[in-house]
């Protein structure tokens, strides 16, 4: 089972084309993978409201994670900010207006040039909701598509204060799956955590462990202590790569950050997009098939 291109906007140094490039992320590529999106409620061309919604594994019923973007500019934006929309009036949706917690989705080519290269969309053959997009080598959004999480209620919302349970972020060009409030914080505390893979091997073990390619994990809340499994990634296009002899075992590095691109492996036969740059560390893999693409 493998990622295939489903899309490309075409970098030719004009800027434009990371506003084609975001429209095409959220107004089309998202909804066809199950996320909703819609228009900012200020009207502005250069934002969008979304969000994805799966069914709670531990009260049952939905439950959503809601955000929403702004790159700034139709024509010169060099990164696109992503917020909780935690704060509504009447539906969630309708506010986007609250700063609380940010990430952000960087592409300035101008000072890494791994940015100045084509948008990628891809597609997994075997989890239709998964999205992926890449420039060069480098991951800008993950999101596995899960159909159930454990999310965390501890308590009401009803808008007029900050979402205090669990909102689970895609992962940008900061390397990380990452998630906010309950259950490590209250939903004001402006503080993003990450979600780290499993399992973790601890320094009396670590560098006796052979070459693993992990299928079927968890990715855990944590923060200096593990608070259990938010979800599963259950496909064996995404793998959770762990070098043989590890010499540093933090699940907190499994992509690189915004200022290194991701590598391409060439293991068993298959090509992989490596998130994390240092093979010191552990890292999401995706599987790219068995001929080298062009990633240019």
């Known amino acids: 089972m493998t990622w295939t291109l489903a899309n490309a906007v075409t970098w030719t140094g004009d800027r434009a084309a990371n506003d084609t490039a975001m429209e095409y992320l959220f107004d089309t590529y998202l909804p066809s993978k199950g996320w909703f999106t819609g228009a900012h409620p200020d009207g502005s061309s250069f934002k969008r409201v979304f969000s994805y919604s799966a069914t709670d594994s531990l009260q049952g019923g939905i439950w959503a994670s809601y955000f929403w973007a702004d790159w700034s500019s139709a024509t010169i934006s060099t990164q696109c900010s992503i917020y909780e929309d935690a704060t509504y009036t009447t539906t969630p949706g309708d506010l986007a207006t609250d700063t609380t917690n940010t990430k952000t989705i960087q592409y300035d080519e101008s000072i890494y040039a791994f940015y100045g290269f084509d948008w990628r ?42 979402n205090p349970n669990t909102c689970i972020w895609p992962m940008f060009t900061d390397g990380a799956m990452a998630q906010t409030n309950a259950p490590t914080l209250p939903g004001d505390s402006g503080v993003e955590y990450i979600i780290s893979p499993q399992p973790y091997y601890g320094n009396f073990y670590q560098d006796l462990m ?40 933090s699940r907190s590095f499994y992509g690189s950050g915004s200022t290194l691109n991701g590598i391409l492996m060439l293991a068993n036969g298959r090509y992989w997009i490596r998130t994390q740059s240092d093979t010191n560390y552990p890292s999401l893999i995706f599987d790219l098939g068995t001929t080298e693409p062009d990633l240019t």
């Open 121 to 162: 969309f891809w597609t997994s053959d075997e989890e239709p909701s998964a999205t992926l997009v890449t420039r060069n080598k480098k991951v800008m959004w993950y999101h596995p598509g899960f159909s159930s999480a454990a999310f965390i209620q501890t308590g009401t919302w009803d808008g007029t204060v900050d």
């Open 210 to 249: 052979p070459e693993i390619f992990f299928t079927n994990f968890g990715m855990n809340y944590y923060t200096s202590i593990d608070f259990g499994p938010a979800f599963f990634i259950n496909q064996s296009d995404v793998r959770y790569h762990v070098p043989a002899g590890l010499s540093i075992s």
